[in-house]
């Protein structure tokens, strides 16, 4: 079956770690995404890829790094200057970048204590 | 810069009653539109999409939305609520130019009561 996978679902690090989520798409599209999800607050772009080798900073990028080395791979690495880590952060990906719908997968709930 | 405003953060039905969630958007050029809708510690699943075609949108599991350019509204509604309907609902837009990647409001939250 075709989708986008996050990896893991359930994520527990301490204050001061980096911590790599993992996000892969078989779905052939070019365009890939990293959202940010708080309550109340919907979701929020931390980075975007268009294509391959090439990524660009969403809204709240700040904290945060990814690499796209690979068209089906798109990780993000919360890095230990991210002020407020603890979040649900989703992955997207959608066909190309312009006006398509974006695809999800189920999420990765980060917590750091 | 696009945006979009959902009024309402929880909207409340009774089983079998009109659904009617609000979003408003922002946009300096036509919008592609979009309503998502997403299960407790899920991801977000696509309920359907406007793409300047027709302007009554129907989607899945019932919904649809109507796209008014004069009211700059995207208003999603499904005549008889399910208890299965109970979830939160965003609505997105994304502009032809500049930024590209979908913008979210706020999202609401649908309660159904028996």
């Known amino acids: 079956d075709g989708g986008i996978t996050q990896s893991p679902k359930y994520l527990f690090r301490k204050e001061g770690q980096n911590v790599t989520l993992s996000c892969e798409q078989n779905l052939n599209h070019d365009a890939m995404y990293w959202y940010r999800q708080d309550p109340g607050q919907g979701l929020r772009l931390i980075y975007y890829?268009?294509?391959?080798?090439?990524?660009q900073k969403g809204d709240i990028a700040e904290g945060y790094s990814v690499s796209r080395e690979k068209k089906e791979s798109f990780p993000l690495t919360v890095t230990s200057a991210q002020k407020n880590p603890t979040a649900f952060y989703l992955c997207?990906?959608?066909?190309?970048?312009?006006?398509?719908?974006?695809?999800f997968g189920q999420g990765t709930r980060l917590t750091v204590v | 810069a696009q945006s979009v405003t959902q009024l309402g953060s929880h909207v409340s039905v009774s089983e079998g009653a009109l659904v009617l969630l609000r979003c408003n958007y922002s946009?300096?050029?036509?919008?592609?539109l979009f309503w998502y809708v997403q299960y407790p510690n899920q991801g977000l699943q696509l309920l359907l999409k406007y793409t300047s075609a027709a302007t009554l949108v129907k989607g899945i599991n019932g919904f649809e939305a109507e796209f008014k350019k004069s009211e700059t509204s995207f208003h999603l509604t499904k005549p008889s609520a399910h208890m299965s309907d109970a979830a939160e609902y965003f609505c997105a837009v994304s502009g032809n130019t500049g930024r590209r990647a979908l913008t979210f409001g706020s999202g609401t939250r649908l309660q159904v009561q028996p």
């Open positions: 946009s300096s050029v036509p919008p592609y």
């Open positions: 997207a990906s959608s066909i190309a970048f312009m006006n398509t719908e974006a695809f």
């Open positions: 890829s268009q294509i391959v080798n090439d990524f």
